[in-house]
């Protein structure tokens, strides 16, 4: 079987996939970054819980105030929603890395917020995660 074989077990709607599969339907890369950013994100007091983001993304991890993990997607994403306000108060800060204001920038706004995407196949794009979700609980956005 085929990567995109196993990850199509994300696209079934029912019940999200149990903890125990994810190896298998992630591959070992996959799931080694998938517990990592969980890891990285519980340790900032926020808990994963399963949602069905449709049959283009199927089942992902969303965590409550901060960010979705999109394991359908291939490298594994994460997405982090910024609302205006916040977008615009961290912007006037400046205390954002340069390479995350300027994805911040040219993030798609879909109902008032900047949603950035961030592959995880990379230390660098589980980071940039993290100073973000940071960001969001520090300015309460």
């Given amino acids: 079987m085929t990567p995109a074989d196993t990850r ?16 298998h339907i992630l591959g070992n890369a996959d799931f080694t970054r998938y517990k990592n950013a969980q890891q990285r994100l519980a340790a900032l007091g926020l808990t994963p819980d399963w ?23 291939t490298p594994l994403t994460a997405t982090v929603a910024i609302g205006n306000s916040l977008y615009e108060t961290l912007k006037k800060a400046g205390t954002l890395p340069q390479s995350i204001q300027k994805l911040l920038d040219t ?3 879909q109902g008032g ?8 196949d990379t230390g660098t794009g589980l980071s940039q995660l993290v100073t973000l979700v940071e960001a969001k609980l520090k300015e309460g956005g």
């Fill in 51 to 73: 949602q069905w983001s449709g049959q283009a993304d199927g089942w992902a991890v969303a965590y409550k105030g901060g960010c979705t993990l999109l394991l359908a997607r």
């Fill in 113 to 120: 917020r900047r949603v950035a995407a961030l592959k995880l």
């Fill in 107 to 109: 993030a798609p706004i």
């Fill in 8 to 23: 199509r077990a994300l696209h079934i709607r029912g019940a999200p996939p149990s903890e125990q599969s994810l190896p």
